[in-house]
């Protein structure tokens, strides 16, 4: 297999497993403190407006629906999860893979908060960092948190890809 194809299926195997440990988490938030999880389908109606030229909603909930956004939406998530687990894997090279470190999958969790204070939050409608939700320094809060499980999920993904593919 040639360095880009083992690259990919390693970003794949770490992505899945890094964004599947981010949604056990908050379905245990939810089941367990009754905290409110995303609803993917409203990120599935972002999306499903872009092919119409909307990339901005004053508030996407009032949206009109989009055909199969809730699975649109789960598949944005995942395949920005495995985005952003290959980009960590490129960077860091072919030495960590074989035994990937805490530290740079955090940083790069704790980054990808980026991508929902300054791009979805004010897309969907809740402005910059959540400053229109109802409660913004919570939302941020959880949002730093839920990213930073990611960051954990990366470092398992990462090991997990390393056994499964291979680190090289």
Same mark, same amino acid.
């Given at each position: #297999? ?6 990919? @299926? ?10 599947? &440990? ?6 245990? &938030?939810?089941?367990?403190? /009754?905290? %409110? ?5 409203? =990120?599935?109606?972002?999306? +499903?407006? #872009? ?21 649109? $939406? ?11 687990? +290959? ?5 860091? +090279? ?8 805490? @530290? ?17 939050? %004010? ?6 960092? =959540? /400053?229109?939700?109802?409660?913004? *320094?919570?939302?941020? #809060? ?6 930073? #499980?990611?960051?954990?999920? &990366?470092? *398992? +993904? ?8 291979? $680190? $090289?």
């Amino acid at each position: #297999m040639d360095d880009t194809a083992h690259l990919l @299926l390693q970003a794949v195997v770490a992505g899945t497993v890094a964004t599947a &440990l981010l949604d056990l988490w908050t379905l245990a &938030l939810r089941r367990l403190a /009754s905290v %409110p999880s995303l609803d993917w389908a409203m =990120a599935g109606r972002w999306v +499903g407006h #872009m092919r119409h030229g909307r990339f901005v909603h004053d508030a996407i909930a009032r949206a009109t629906p989009v055909r199969g956004e809730r699975m649109l $939406g789960w598949g944005l998530h995942y395949a920005t999860g495995i985005a952003f687990a +290959g980009v960590l894997l490129a960077i860091m +090279g072919p030495a960590w893979r074989q035994a990937p470190t805490l @530290l740079p999958c955090m940083v790069m969790g704790l980054a990808t908060v980026a991508l929902p204070f300054l791009l979805m939050q %004010p897309a969907m409608g809740l402005g910059i960092a =959540a /400053s229109r939700a109802p409660s913004p *320094a919570h939302a941020r #809060m959880r949002s730093v948190v839920t990213h930073g #499980m990611f960051g954990l999920g &990366l470092h *398992a +993904g990462a090991w997990t890809a390393s056994a499964i593919v291979g $680190g $090289g």
